[in-house]
């Protein structure tokens, strides 16, 4: 029998007296706790490292000085004639840039795929024309030397916000980038993506909120508001918001882009087409020139309002 069992029983209290002297003495020698906060893992894209606001440089327009940036027109450029007329009465409306796709994301491979290379010409065109720098989507890494020598904003479209290679392509390419969020993206996914590009060097990134697939089905997507006032706070980046895919109906489009400027956003990338009613793409979700322009008069001040 051990000497240990012939001892009495330690009452709990007794037990818990004995070992207090040597829990302090543990605490006097050790070193003070520090609480550490986890870094967000979007390490260059994070307020954290860099609590001022990037502005970003598309042609003469800069994006995140705190003014509301739009940028306008078609889903799809359909013809010369079709792509310079919008960025004629966008122009006049107070755009301030002039969006056209020629590389077409469509969900159906029978669906208009855009005019491509022809297409990024008008645009270029139309851009030095109404004196609007342009935005258009590129699709794949081996077009983006071509895209950027006709755009001043290269745009990753939501459903590429995940293409790896896309992304290390133009993180090497000299223009600025439009990050569109994906669909079913978080906002740490889509700020990780936007990592891709800052970390590969590319430091001109734009953030853009397009809408989100819920269990709603009365609008094309939900558009995520809270998203980007969150966004606005975990990134020093101009996040901007697409009301036209974010609604996907032309009713919806000027009170969510009120609600978008209210919320602190950047800029709006707005559809906008001559006559909706035969647009090849999205003419449901586009507005006429006179529609914008009636928003336009209605937005200004609203976004000087919001950071008052
Ligand atoms: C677009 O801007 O026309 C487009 C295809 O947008 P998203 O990638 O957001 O669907
Ligand atoms: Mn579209």
Redesign the pocket.
Known sequence: MSSRALRPQATPAARLAERRPARRAAAATAPPVVLVKHAPPFRMASRESHPESTIVTAGAVSIGTGALVVMAGP??IESRQQIRETARRVKTAGADML?G?AY??RTSPYDFQGLGRKALEWLAEAGRESGLPVVT?VLSPEDVDLVADHADLL?V????MQNFALLRRLATATKPVLL?RG?SATIQEWLLAAEYLLSGGNLQVVL?E??IRTFETATRNTLDLAGVALAKQLTHLPVIV?P??GTGKRALVAPASRAAAAVGADGL?I?VHPCPGRAL??GEQSLDPGEFAELMVTLRPRAVAARA
Do not use: M
Not at 157 to 160: D, H, L
């Open positions: 889903c799809s969006r796709g077409k994301p989507e745009q479209g939501a459903r590429n569109k669909p853009c397009r809408g697409d036209s895919h990338l559809e793409s999205d």
